[in-house]
Nanobody, 119 residues
Framework: QVQPVESGGGLVQPGGSLTLSCVAS????????VGWYRQAPGKQRELVAS???????NYADSVKGRFTISRDNAKKTVYLQMNSLKPEDTAVYYC?????????????WGRGTQVTVSS
């Protein structure tokens, strides 16, 4: 069973930074787009950022200019660099890997990592 593994969450003060990592072993990583999602208590899960196999990126308006997504195909890892964190960024962050058009449809979710922004 393939399951991406997130790490790097924690408690940080407003204005601080964190870098999340998502490692996806057991797949041909270069065939997948990878997205970071988050879910705050009482809210729906939302897309934060995504990166395609050719490194095209997409960001939610709420994080543009503060978050940066990147990928290292050799390490099968995607990173989410989060700067200027705000209390409203507090959520469980999930990694999702899904195959791009032309490949058999596969979709994998990690278990999440908690990010708490608080003074």
């Amino acid at each position: 069973q393939v399951q991406p593994v997130e790490s790097g969450g924690g408690l940080v003060q407003p204005g601080g930074s964190l870098t999340l990592s998502c490692v996806a072993s057991g797949i041909t990583f270069s065939r997948y787009s990878v997205g970071w999602y988050r879910q705050a208590p009482g809210k729906q899960r939302e897309l934060v950022a995504s990166v395609s196999s050719v490194r095209t990126t997409n960001y939610a308006d709420s994080v543009k200019g503060r978050f940066t997504i990147s990928r290292d195909n050799a390490k099968k890892t995607v990173y989410l660099q989060m700067n200027s964190l705000k209390p409203e960024d507090t959520a469980v962050y999930y990694c999702n890997c899904n195959t791009e058009p032309g490949w058999i449809r596969e979709d994998y979710w990690g278990r999440g990592t908690q990010v708490t922004v608080s003074s």
